[in-house]
């Protein structure tokens, strides 16, 4: 069973410029959550999608938006980008909408804004 | 807003130590998880723990559930290079509907 693949990898982009990052879940799997990941700071709670609506949303400003299709593929959005959002963005799929079940990680997207 | 403490955030220590990792909150959890991150790679699940005062094992790894369900550690015995990496504890609440993690201790065993 393919696990959950996020593409691309590596991104760097320029202040200002808008990107979007895919993520693939395992098949089957109905829930992704999105996290983003800094030395600083952790892992930081994005948002989440099941069955392609948005059940929960971190406290992240309104710049990062997200979308999950029929499929149960989905995407993150970053527009206006600001130095800070530099970081390894983490995908992750559950196979259930309960928050108790663990959480299948891809290796992420390295965003680097120069 | 849910916090979870974790500590130490970093660890180095020899091969054939132990160490223990605490996790902490002021709010109950339904449930706790523990992850471990190698560089380049997403977090992977090492156990759940569910039950107050439940205690699991993975081989030369322990996992422990505080009875009030607000904290836990993870206990490794006779660490191994192998063991080096990053070390997640993950929370949910009922309330919260996500899963919320601590800042991570960062391990190295030196051989």
């Known amino acids: ?3 959950v693949t996020q593409t691309p990898r590596y991104l760097i982009k320029t202040r200002g410029q808008q990107v979007t990052l895919s993520c693939s879940p395992i098949s089957g799997h109905r ?26 949303k ?4 309104g710049r990062f938006s997200g979308r999950q299709f029929s499929n149960s593929r989905s995407e993150m959005n970053v ?9 390894l963005y983490l995908c992750a799929s559950r196979l259930t909408g309960d928050y108790n079940s663990p959480l ?3 290796n992420g997207t390295r965003l680097t804004v120069t | 807003t849910q916090l979870l403490e974790q500590s130490p955030q970093f660890l180095s220590i020899q091969e054939g130590e132990n160490l223990t990792v605490y996790c902490n909150s002021s709010s109950v959890f339904s449930s706790l ?3 471990r991150q190698e560089p380049g ?4 699940l090492l156990v759940t723990v569910v039950t107050g005062g439940e205690v699991k094992k993975l081989k030369r790894l322990t996992f422990q559930f505080g009875d009030a369900r607000k904290d836990s550690s993870l206990h490794i015995t006779a660490a191994q290079p192998g063991d080096t990496g990053l070390y997640l504890c993950a929370g ?6 996500k899963l919320i993690f601590g800042q991570g201790t960062e391990l190295s065993v030196k051989p």
Do not use: I, M
């Open chain 1, 1 to 3: 069973k393919a696990g």
């Open chain 1, 31 to 56: 829930s992704v959550s999105w996290y983003q990941q800094t030395p600083g700071q952790g892992l930081q709670f994005l948002f989440e999608y099941f069955s392609e609506t948005q059940r929960n």
């Open chain 1, 58 to 61: 971190g406290n992240f400003p």
């Open chain 1, 79 to 87: 527009s206006t980008l600001e130095l800070g959002d530099s970081a």
């Open chain 1, 104 to 106: 299948h990680f891809g």
């Open chain 2, 33 to 35: 998880q523990w992850y």
């Open chain 2, 41 to 44: 790679e997403g977090p992977v």
């Open chain 2, 92 to 97: 949910a609440y009922n309330q919260g509907g």
